[in-house]
Every structure is written in C-alpha cells, then in structure tokens.
C-alpha cells in the first residue's frame, strides 16, 4: 500500500516539475498556454485561422457559398502595420487597416489609416454600389483606367470614366492655401452640358442637346469643327442694359446694344 501512495506523489511531482519548464514556443516565463506563443520558425496552418476575443469554436468559415482561410470576430476590428525599421533612411511609416467607427452610432466603412501622421487618406462607405472604384488597363498604350461610380465591369477604354445613373457630375473645389475658397462644376444629362459657378450660384455655360448637334440654349451658337451662329449671340445678360447682341438678318452682320430695355442697332456689316 505504501509503495502505490509513493508512486502516485512521484508522479505528481514529475508532472509538477514538467508543467512548470519552458514549453518551445511559448513565452519565458509564461504561468499557461492561454497567454500566447512565439513562435520562431515558419508557421503552416492547413485550415483556417480565427483571430479575435469574439472567436469561438463553433465559428463557421463559411459566408454564404464562398469558403475563406482567414476571420477576424470583434466588437472593433483593427490591424496595425508596425514599420520596426530603425537604420539609416529606411521608411518606417505605420499603417492600420480599420473596420467601421469605433464610436456609438459611428457609420459603416473601410479605411486605410496613416497612423504615423494621423490621417486617413482612403476611405470606403458600406453600402457602395458595385465597381464604385474600377482600375485596370485596357488601353493600346499600357497606361491604366480609372472609372468611378461604374455600374460596368468593364469601363470604356478612356483613362478616365465616370458613370452615373443620373447627372454624372464633377467638382473642382479650391480650399485653403492663400486664394479664397471657390468651386466649378462640370455637369450633364441627356439633355444639356454645364459649366456652373457653385459659389455664385450660376450656369455660366450651359451646351444643349438638339438631336443631332450640340447647341448653346435656343441655338444662338452652334458648335462643329467651325463656330457657326445661327441665330443671335449674347454678350452679356440679354435682359440687362449694356449687353451686346450680335445678329445675321438677311445677310447683314448687325451689333446691336441693350439700352432703357430695347436693342439699338450700333454698327451693321453688308
């Protein structure tokens, strides 16, 4: 009976001692496995990974059909990019990947941040339509396309495309610096391009759709290879006093002037 206790308390001791030595792989000094590993060789995983304090054992890596190596589950999803480079003119920029607002009632998105200068320089929204960002090359020369809010795949073999159901629009808009702020907006639909004055509220330029050419409105100015008037072109606000109208009646070039509210003919040209 006294030989089987002393057999059991060596066992005991033995597994106390082996429970308490560095296992290969984990931390120095670590009190259990629950604490984390480093490993230092190469790393093989022949099935999938899941990372996070929300990861449980019955984690489907399955979405819908589509099966996938790699998942994160967390109330606030990050990865950080950590440049450890220190010798000479190495760069050494970090960067994060960061999944939605962290703040109550924040919005849905995908950003790219610059942690090492604080900004976020890409940004995508939930919810943004298919192709919304569309890059590849498919022109002659090799350089790349670019089409932005595509509802195609495949954009037309410009370098630039912009599509949108409705108004497709574009703003230039100077901020800061040492000029004041203004804005210009390039705008179309089926019917008429526009150049418009956003800060001063108007359409500078607006070039009509008749059919067949493009016309300036009421087709004062028609534009082909050659500028061609075809009715009368305004200088100026037609209804405002000191504004120039310039006509072709019957053959003769007429200039005529908006004065107390009538046009008074200034010079013609047989």
């Given amino acids: 009976m006294c030989s089987k206790i002393l057999y059991i308390v060596l066992i ?4 106390n001692v082996y ?3 560095d296992i290969p792989g984990q931390r120095k000094g670590a009190p259990s496995l629950t604490k984390g590993f480093t490993v230092n060789e190469d790393l093989f995983i022949r099935g999938s990974l899941g990372v996070g304090n929300d990861m449980d054992a019955d ?3 399955t979405y819908s059909t589509t099966s996938y190596e790699f998942a994160m589950a967390e109330n606030n999803l990050r990865i950080l990019f950590d440049d450890a480079s220190s010798a000479g003119n190495y760069p050494d920029n970090d960067w ?3 999944f939605n607002d962290q703040q109550y009632g924040g919005l849905g998105n995908f950003k790219i941040k610059d942690v090492s200068n604080s900004t976020t320089p890409f940004y995508i929204g939930a919810n943004a339509p298919d192709n919304s960002l569309f ?3 498919i022109s002659k020369d090799g350089s790349a396309q670019i089409g932005l809010g595509l509802a195609l795949s495949t954009p037309v073999s410009f370098p630039l495309n912009i599509y949108s159901s409705s ?3 574009i703003r230039m808009q100077q901020t800061g610096g040492v000029s004041n702020d203004y804005s210009w907006e390039f705008g179309l639909n089926q019917n008429v391009f526009e150049i418009r004055d956003v800060d001063a509220g108007t359409t500078p330029l607006k070039i009509a759709n008749d059919g067949s050419r493009f016309t300036v409105e009421d087709n004062q100015i028609v534009f082909s290879r050659d500028t061609e008037i075809k009715g009368c072109l305004y200088i100026g606000d037609s209804d405002t006093d000191g504004s120039w109208r310039i006509s072709n009646i019957n053959g003769v070039l007429t200039f005529e002037i908006r004065d107390n509210g009538s046009w008074e003919v200034a010079m013609e040209l047989d």
């Avoid at 005991?12 to 597994?15: E, G, K, Q, R």
């Fill in 19 to 21: 429970s308490q030595q």
């Fill in 135 to 137: 890059v590849q090359n």
């Fill in 167 to 169: 108004n497709p629009s």
């Fill in 12 to 15: 005991l001791f033995a597994f």
């Fill in 96 to 98: 994060m990947f960061e």
């Fill in 59 to 61: 984690f489907s890596f």
